[in-house]
């Protein structure tokens, strides 16, 4: 069978008092034996789940007709015997709703809906008799599985008269003494989900109280199963800016869409939590979630604390809480509070006493007076927000507007409730999406940067390196944030590269020069232009610079394009970097559309429900036929929904014709496991029709390829989940250990490079690596990064390079034949940094140098070792007395050099990009071995010099004319890989070649492409070349000549 689509109504859960109980409590009332309302125990007294109707003449493939997963899995007993007062009966169990039945009824409920705590929850405060009529009260629930899947309940407590639920007492005036007092019963109807619609059901569950009130009690069930039958009609939006609306009269309700896949579903006040404490205060509790402390929240209201506590969890996305989380615990469960784990709960304030003398180490918060503090001291001793990010979501919050009120100034009165509930939503909506915004930047802003220290090839988070690039006083709070489980989790996405809210804006709020640093080589420093506009750190006091020295990051120079668009953070730590006040936040908001279904039919009559399904198709195809093509996202969201509803009405060759269109519109909302199941329980008949027609047999073949790839995945043994911590290594190493710990470390991924490094360092010893040489050479890698961050440069000398350019190595002070300064090497030149009164001095462009030679220069009885370059164009040489440096620089600038000729004639920043890599592991060798053969250890890794030497690559001059710009396949790549398909678009739309890249590839492709059209504004008048590897799965763009 195939597996439902997902609905609104998981179950509908009537609990309140036995018809038993109650008739003995009324009699007692009656007789002046009891004069207070007695307090009874809670039980289930129905259970409605779908599907509510099936096909008259059954058949093994049918499916039922409703939006719903739930499958009969397990039976629930009601027992109840006539005319006989019943044993005491425990939570969970339920009392039949026909008195004269001593039958046994089965009743299906969801295998994870636990009906034994579902009794207190519904009356968490206790099901208590009243002797007048009260109000309606609603509160939420939510429910969390073993695996941490959380399942939503909305419940409605309504008051009956205790006479009325009494059999006949309706119809039997002569049973009526209005003389004697009257008593009412609590019944509490439960509508569970597996979504978060609390607004939406809520006002489902106050037009069924309309319609209950007089309705006699003897049509209570059949009013409850249609009421239940008519949820399970309704289908989910998929992701996007298409709502739902259906008609529960007399409200019209609305089903607001996620925004994205992978966001959530908001149905929800999200300004309640500022409304109830202050902005300091409301940092504080957030703080204290990152950190997974044991909270409490206490309200005298039980809906506001499922509320609240939703709130500030939506706050923390795209970080997902992983403890226990139960917002409302009853009376009766408040030992939950001992439980020695992190976990977030909610009490009644009426327990807040109780549990603050009686529990240690909790944080209570107090809604209603919007206070926190600690059960063990008036004072939280815990870690605050980095200040910087704190201000900054202080100074945005702070630009709120919290009430409607003012909304509705210059707006006359509404004579339609509907109408003024549409203007309320959209101004929730739009007052909803302003705090996302805030709180997202507020999340960025704490752990900006954090992909620069993960390695995805072996999944490794370097977290020491991580705490060191934070300001020192919020190292304490980044610690205990880097050891709770809501930040592995994150990690873990991280590492998966999932592209969410906090990936979009972590990217459209970094500098431009970083985003576009990947156009034609990869720096692994801060450019200088940078540095000038955010401060040097060369004046800080000497243990801050050791500080900065040892804990600085040098992300992988061999990344892929799109690792690079992150590129190295500034010198000041990234927990202090403010954002300009709204940048990032003006996401553009998409027009929402509202899909009305048709009125409900009858809903328990099988026909009734398929005429239903009918006329939702049809609907579907008329806003199919009337939207216009280039509105693609929401011509896909129709066809979704039209592929529900043909699923769950059995045209399954329908159904997989919509789904397949999706592949044309927008795949991210494509439903695989669905379509999948749909697939597999096709009949023969079916089976073979669908082969004959041709779109559905393509998306038949590419789900098998899909499912081999799959089974192909896990058989590799990649977990996705699993994260490694960065650490040194604490024993010698073979050549296979070494380089999978110079992977790890970050410092480089190609093997080839990492083979020639492990040569270098152990030249003259056994070929294996100790741990002391290793710490020693991974120790001068990073000071030499963060030497080269604390050079200071003057305006005068910042206008003569260009703004992308960084300095990579800076010899000591040093004389030339053009001045005394320091040698500073950029990926582009070296030139002068002149001592005294700073100054530029251009040395030479690496494409510019004709010969590099070691030379000595006359020092009174002396020669000095000394480094000589001719440059084109220019008569004299220039010398420097490099000393004991002059060996190391011959080599680096002879591998820039080499590098520079061999990207120039291949049309390939990245030979030079690699030169780079290999001038500044020959720094490291040398300053890690420390002896007379360390000169010639370097030289191992003089590789591109080597090959200019040996076998010069020439390039045919007509590739050499007509090729613009070459972008190497297998950069991503630990070693290279074969292309296997080339993809070539004469002049097409760049939004077009991104519309079919998606198609053949998904969310990767798309990524790539982007990358690749934002060169394209660089390489004007170029065609776009897209490659895949079915070897690697990786997925390329090459920019070629229009010539071609």
Not at 33 to 57: C, G, M, N, R, Y
Not at 887 to 899: N, T
């Given at each position: 069978m195939a597996e439902l689509p997902s609905g609104l109504l998981e179950a509908c859960v009537v609990v309140g008092a036995s018809g038993d109980k109650l008739r003995d409590v009324y009699q007692l009332h009656q007789q002046k034996k009891s004069v207070e309302a007695p307090l009874l125990d809670a039980e289930v007294l129905q259970v409605h789940i779908p599907p509510f109707v099936s096909k008259e003449t059954s058949s093994s493939q049918a499916i039922g007709p409703a939006f719903s997963r739930v499958q009969r899995r397990r039976s629930f007993i009601k027992k109840k015997r006539r005319d006989r007062v019943p044993d005491p009966v425990h939570n969970g169990e339920a009392a039949n709703h026909s008195e004269g039945s001593s039958t046994t009824e089965d009743i299906s409920v969801p295998k994870d809906l636990d009906l034994i705590a579902l009794p207190q929850l519904c009356f968490p405060g206790g099901l208590q008799l009243a002797s007048e009529q009260r109000e309606d009260a609603y509160h939420f629930l939510v429910f969390t599985d073993l695996f941490g899947n959380r399942t939503h309940g909305v419940v409605a407590q309504y008051h009956r008269s205790v006479q009325s639920c009494q059999d006949g007492a309706s119809q039997n005036g002569h049973r009526w003494n209005s003389s004697k007092s009257r008593l009412f019963t609590p019944f509490a109807v439960c509508v569970i989900s597996k979504f978060p619609y609390y607004n939406a059901l809520r006002d489902c569950l106050s037009c069924l109280l309309v319609q209950l009130r007089p309705a006699r009690h003897a049509d209570f069930e059949e009013s409850m199963k249609e009421f239940s039958a008519k949820l399970s009609l309704v289908p989910i939006p998929p992701s996007g800016q298409l709502h739902v609306s259906f008609s529960l009269r007399p409200l019209q309700v609305v089903l607001p869409s996620r925004e994205d896949q992978d966001g959530p579903i908001i149905d929800i006040n999200l300004h309640l939590p500022f409304l109830s404490f202050s902005h300091a205060t409301l940092l504080q509790i957030l703080s204290c979630l990152l950190q997974e402390q044991r909270l409490v929240l206490f309200s005298c209201d039980w809906a506001r604390l499922t509320l609240v506590?939703?709130?500030?969890?939506?706050?923390?996305?795209?970080?997902?809480?992983?403890?226990?989380?139960?917002?409302?615990?009853?009376?009766?469960?408040?030992?939950?509070?001992?439980?020695?784990?992190?976990?977030?709960?909610?009490?009644?304030?009426?327990?807040?006493?109780?549990?603050?003398?009686?529990?240690?180490?909790?944080?209570?918060?107090?809604?209603?007076?919007?206070?926190?503090?600690?059960?063990?001291?008036?004072?939280?001793?815990?870690?605050?927000?980095?200040?910087?990010?704190?201000?900054?979501?202080?100074?945005?919050?702070?630009?709120?507007?919290?009430?409607?009120?003012?909304?509705?100034?210059?707006?006359?009165?509404?004579?339609?409730?509907?109408?003024?509930?549409?203007?309320?939503?959209?101004?929730?909506?739009?007052?909803?999406?302003?705090?996302?915004?805030?709180?997202?930047?507020?999340?960025?802003?704490?752990?900006?940067?954090?992909?620069?220290?993960?390695?995805?090839?072996?999944?490794?988070?370097?977290?020491?390196?991580?705490?060191?690039?934070?300001?020192?006083?919020?190292?304490?709070?980044?610690?205990?944030?880097?050891?709770?489980?809501?930040?592995?989790?994150?990690?873990?996405?991280?590492?998966?590269?999932?592209?969410?809210?906090?990936?979009?804006?972590?990217?459209?709020?970094?500098?431009?020069?970083?985003?576009?640093?990947?156009?034609?080589?990869?720096?692994?420093?801060?450019?200088?232009?940078?540095?000038?506009?955010?401060?040097?750190?060369?004046?800080?006091?000497?243990?801050?610079?050791?500080?900065?020295?040892?804990?600085?990051?040098?992300?992988?120079?061999?990344?892929?394009?799109?690792?690079?668009?992150?590129?190295?953070?500034?010198?000041?730590?990234?927990?202090?970097?403010?954002?300009?006040?709204?940048?990032?936040?003006?996401?553009?908001?998409?027009?929402?559309?509202?899909?009305?279904?048709?009125?409900?039919?009858?809903?328990?009559?099988?026909?009734?429900?398929?005429?239903?399904?009918?006329?939702?198709?049809?609907?579907?195809?008329?806003?199919?036929?009337?939207?216009?093509?280039?509105?693609?996202?929401?011509?896909?969201?129709?066809?979704?929904?039209?592929?529900?509803?043909?699923?769950?009405?059995?045209?399954?060759?329908?159904?997989?014709?919509?789904?397949?269109?999706?592949?044309?519109?927008?795949?991210?909302?494509?439903?695989?496991?669905?379509?999948?199941?749909?697939?597999?329980?096709?009949?023969?008949?079916?089976?073979?029709?669908?082969?004959?027609?041709?779109?559905?047999?393509?998306?038949?073949?590419?789900?098998?390829?899909?499912?081999?790839?799959?089974?192909?995945?896990?058989?590799?043994?990649?977990?996705?989940?699993?994260?490694?911590?960065?650490q040194l290594p604490k024993k010698y190493m073979q050549l296979d250990e070494f380089v999978k710990c110079v992977q790890e470390s970050g410092m480089v991924k190609d093997q080839g490079t990492i083979q020639r490094l492990f040569d270098a360092l152990t030249v003259g010893h056994q070929k294996q690596v100790g741990p002391d040489l290793f710490r020693v050479f991974y120790t001068i890698w990073k000071e030499t990064e963060a030497e080269a961050q604390e050079v200071c440069l003057p305006a005068s000398v910042l206008e003569h390079i260009e703004a992308s350019e960084c300095v990579f190595k800076l010899s000591s002070s040093v004389k030339t034949s053009r001045g005394v300064g320091k040698i500073a090497m950029t990926q582009r030149r070296l030139f002068l940094l002149t001592e005294g009164r700073p100054g530029y001095v251009e040395v030479a462009q690496y494409r510019d140098l004709e010969e590099v030679k070691v030379s000595s220069a006359p020092f009174l009885l002396l020669r000095i070792p000394s480094l000589k370059l001719r440059v084109r164009g220019r008569r004299e040489t220039f010398e420097a007395n490099l000393k004991t440096e002059t060996e190391l620089w011959h080599l680096m600038v002879k591998e820039m050099w080499a590098g520079r000729d061999m990207a120039d004639q291949h049309k390939d920043p990245q030979y030079m990009q690699q030169a780079l890599t290999n001038a500044l592991l020959m720094d490291a060798v040398v300053g890690s071995l420390q002896s007379s053969k360390a000169t010639y250890a370097a030289s191992k890794l003089a590789h591109f010099d080597r090959i200019k030497m040996e076998v010069p690559m020439m390039v045919p001059r007509t590739t050499a004319e007509t090729l613009k710009h070459k972008i190497n396949p297998s950069l991503e790549l630990a070693t290279p890989r074969a292309v296997d398909v080339l993809l070539y678009t004469p002049v097409l739309d760049l939004k077009e070649v991104l519309s079919r890249a998606k198609r053949r590839n998904g969310s990767e492709t798309k990524t790539c492409i982007e990358s690749a059209i934002s060169r394209k504004q660089t390489f004007k008048g170029s065609r776009l070349f897209i490659s895949w590897s079915n070897v690697s799965g990786s997925i390329h763009a090459f920019l070629h000549h229009s010539c071609l």
């Amino acid at each position: 069978m195939a597996e439902l689509p997902s609905g609104l109504l998981e179950a509908c859960v009537v609990v309140g008092a036995s018809g038993d109980k109650l008739r003995d409590v009324y009699q007692l009332h009656q007789q002046k034996k009891s004069v207070e309302a007695p307090l009874l125990d809670a039980e289930v007294l129905q259970v409605h789940i779908p599907p509510f109707v099936s096909k008259e003449t059954s058949s093994s493939q049918a499916i039922g007709p409703a939006f719903s997963r739930v499958q009969r899995r397990r039976s629930f007993i009601k027992k109840k015997r006539r005319d006989r007062v019943p044993d005491p009966v425990h939570n969970g169990e339920a009392a039949n709703h026909s008195e004269g039945s001593s039958t046994t009824e089965d009743i299906s409920v969801p295998k994870d809906l636990d009906l034994i705590a579902l009794p207190q929850l519904c009356f968490p405060g206790g099901l208590q008799l009243a002797s007048e009529q009260r109000e309606d009260a609603y509160h939420f629930l939510v429910f969390t599985d073993l695996f941490g899947n959380r399942t939503h309940g909305v419940v409605a407590q309504y008051h009956r008269s205790v006479q009325s639920c009494q059999d006949g007492a309706s119809q039997n005036g002569h049973r009526w003494n209005s003389s004697k007092s009257r008593l009412f019963t609590p019944f509490a109807v439960c509508v569970i989900s597996k979504f978060p619609y609390y607004n939406a059901l809520r006002d489902c569950l106050s037009c069924l109280l309309v319609q209950l009130r007089p309705a006699r009690h003897a049509d209570f069930e059949e009013s409850m199963k249609e009421f239940s039958a008519k949820l399970s009609l309704v289908p989910i939006p998929p992701s996007g800016q298409l709502h739902v609306s259906f008609s529960l009269r007399p409200l019209q309700v609305v089903l607001p869409s996620r925004e994205d896949q992978d966001g959530p579903i908001i149905d929800i006040n999200l300004h309640l939590p500022f409304l109830s404490f202050s902005h300091a205060t409301l940092l504080q509790i957030l703080s204290c979630l990152l950190q997974e402390q044991r909270l409490v929240l206490f309200s005298c209201d039980w809906a506001r604390l499922t509320l609240v506590a939703e709130c500030l969890l939506l706050y923390l996305q795209p970080l997902s809480w992983q403890q226990p989380y139960v917002p409302v615990l009853a009376s009766g469960m408040l030992d939950f509070l001992m439980a020695p784990t992190a976990f977030l709960m909610g009490c009644h304030i009426s327990h807040f006493e109780e549990v603050a003398a009686e529990t240690e180490d909790l944080i209570l918060v107090n809604i209603d007076e919007g206070l926190i503090q600690s059960s063990w001291a008036e004072v939280i001793d815990l870690p605050a927000i980095p200040l910087t990010a704190a201000e900054s979501f202080i100074s945005r919050a702070e630009s709120l507007q919290l009430h409607y009120d003012l909304e509705l100034c210059h707006l006359g009165s509404a004579t339609d409730p509907n109408i003024l509930r549409c203007q309320r939503r959209d101004w929730q909506r739009r007052l909803n999406k302003q705090i996302q915004n805030i709180c997202l930047e507020l999340v960025v802003n704490i752990f900006r940067g954090v992909q620069d220290f993960l390695n995805h090839e072996h999944r490794v988070f370097n977290s020491e390196e991580f705490l060191r690039s934070r300001e020192p006083s919020d190292q304490l709070f980044y610690k205990k944030v880097l050891e709770t489980h809501i930040f592995h989790s994150f990690l873990r996405d991280r590492l998966n590269r999932k592209q969410d809210g906090f990936s979009r804006m972590e990217q459209s709020t970094r500098n431009l020069t970083h985003r576009n640093r990947a156009v034609t080589d990869l720096p692994r420093r801060p450019p200088m232009s940078e540095l000038a506009r955010n401060g040097y750190s060369s004046y800080a006091s000497p243990d801050h610079r050791l500080s900065r020295r040892l804990g600085a990051s040098m992300p992988n120079l061999d990344q892929s394009v799109h690792e690079t668009l992150a590129a190295i953070s500034p010198v000041r730590p990234a927990s202090l970097r403010k954002m300009t006040p709204d940048i990032g936040l003006k996401f553009p908001q998409k027009a929402v559309k509202v899909f009305h279904l048709p009125e409900f039919p009858p809903p328990l009559a099988y026909h009734y429900v398929q005429n239903y399904y009918s006329e939702m198709v049809a609907r579907l195809g008329r806003a199919i036929n009337a939207t216009p093509p280039d509105e693609a996202a929401l011509l896909a969201r129709y066809h979704y929904l039209r592929g529900l509803v043909n699923t769950v009405s059995n045209r399954r060759l329908d159904a997989l014709e919509d789904f397949q269109s999706l592949y044309k519109t927008d795949s991210d909302i494509f439903p695989l496991r669905m379509v999948k199941s749909l697939v597999d329980s096709l009949p023969e008949a079916e089976r073979l029709q669908a082969d004959r027609r041709p779109e559905l047999k393509r998306l038949i073949s590419r789900l098998k390829r899909d499912q081999e790839r799959e089974l192909e995945r896990r058989g590799s043994g990649h977990e996705e989940g699993a994260i490694k911590r960065f650490q040194l290594p604490k024993k010698y190493m073979q050549l296979d250990e070494f380089v999978k710990c110079v992977q790890e470390s970050g410092m480089v991924k190609d093997q080839g490079t990492i083979q020639r490094l492990f040569d270098a360092l152990t030249v003259g010893h056994q070929k294996q690596v100790g741990p002391d040489l290793f710490r020693v050479f991974y120790t001068i890698w990073k000071e030499t990064e963060a030497e080269a961050q604390e050079v200071c440069l003057p305006a005068s000398v910042l206008e003569h390079i260009e703004a992308s350019e960084c300095v990579f190595k800076l010899s000591s002070s040093v004389k030339t034949s053009r001045g005394v300064g320091k040698i500073a090497m950029t990926q582009r030149r070296l030139f002068l940094l002149t001592e005294g009164r700073p100054g530029y001095v251009e040395v030479a462009q690496y494409r510019d140098l004709e010969e590099v030679k070691v030379s000595s220069a006359p020092f009174l009885l002396l020669r000095i070792p000394s480094l000589k370059l001719r440059v084109r164009g220019r008569r004299e040489t220039f010398e420097a007395n490099l000393k004991t440096e002059t060996e190391l620089w011959h080599l680096m600038v002879k591998e820039m050099w080499a590098g520079r000729d061999m990207a120039d004639q291949h049309k390939d920043p990245q030979y030079m990009q690699q030169a780079l890599t290999n001038a500044l592991l020959m720094d490291a060798v040398v300053g890690s071995l420390q002896s007379s053969k360390a000169t010639y250890a370097a030289s191992k890794l003089a590789h591109f010099d080597r090959i200019k030497m040996e076998v010069p690559m020439m390039v045919p001059r007509t590739t050499a004319e007509t090729l613009k710009h070459k972008i190497n396949p297998s950069l991503e790549l630990a070693t290279p890989r074969a292309v296997d398909v080339l993809l070539y678009t004469p002049v097409l739309d760049l939004k077009e070649v991104l519309s079919r890249a998606k198609r053949r590839n998904g969310s990767e492709t798309k990524t790539c492409i982007e990358s690749a059209i934002s060169r394209k504004q660089t390489f004007k008048g170029s065609r776009l070349f897209i490659s895949w590897s079915n070897v690697s799965g990786s997925i390329h763009a090459f920019l070629h000549h229009s010539c071609l």
